[in-house]
């Protein structure tokens, strides 16, 4: 499977991003699909998992009540909605597709995910 997010960008501290992943290759239905990121230095950190077949979502509580992760079936595209965001919101976001379950709590390890994207660079300014 073949992922590329984009909608990354510079934002000013308060403000909103929507990140998109546009996924193709094989079957989706199968996939439970995810969002890290990771700042300089630091590792790649889970934010958010979505089960294709029915929109079953995961958070890590750093992002909960800020970020949004989505799926529309019809152009194979999950997203990221993160508002309120912070300067420590900095960081490459990247999309990954897990071909493994049940989902559930495996899908926060980034080690269960098979495919990644090549990232989107994401700047919150103070």
């Known amino acids: 499977v073949q992922l590329v997010e984009s909608g990354g960008g510079l934002v000013q501290a308060g403000g909103s991003l929507r990140l998109s992943c546009a996924v193709s290759?094989?079957?989706?239905?199968?996939?439970?699909m995810g969002w890290f990121r990771q700042a300089p230095g630091k590792e790649r950190e889970f934010l958010a998992a979505?089960?294709?077949?029915?929109?079953?979502?995961l958070y890590a509580d750093s992002v909960k009540g800020r970020f949004t992760i989505s799926r529309d079936n019809a152009k194979n595209t999950v997203y990221l909605q993160m508002n309120s965001l912070k300067p420590e919101d900095t960081a490459i976001y990247y999309c990954a597709a897990c071909d493994r379950g049940p989902f559930g709590s495996m899908n926060y390890d980034k080690g269960q995910y098979d495919s990644w994207g090549q990232g989107t660079q994401v700047i919150v300014s103070s």
């Open positions: 979505i089960r294709w077949t029915d929109g079953t979502t």
């Open positions: 290759g094989r079957a989706l239905s199968r996939y439970g």
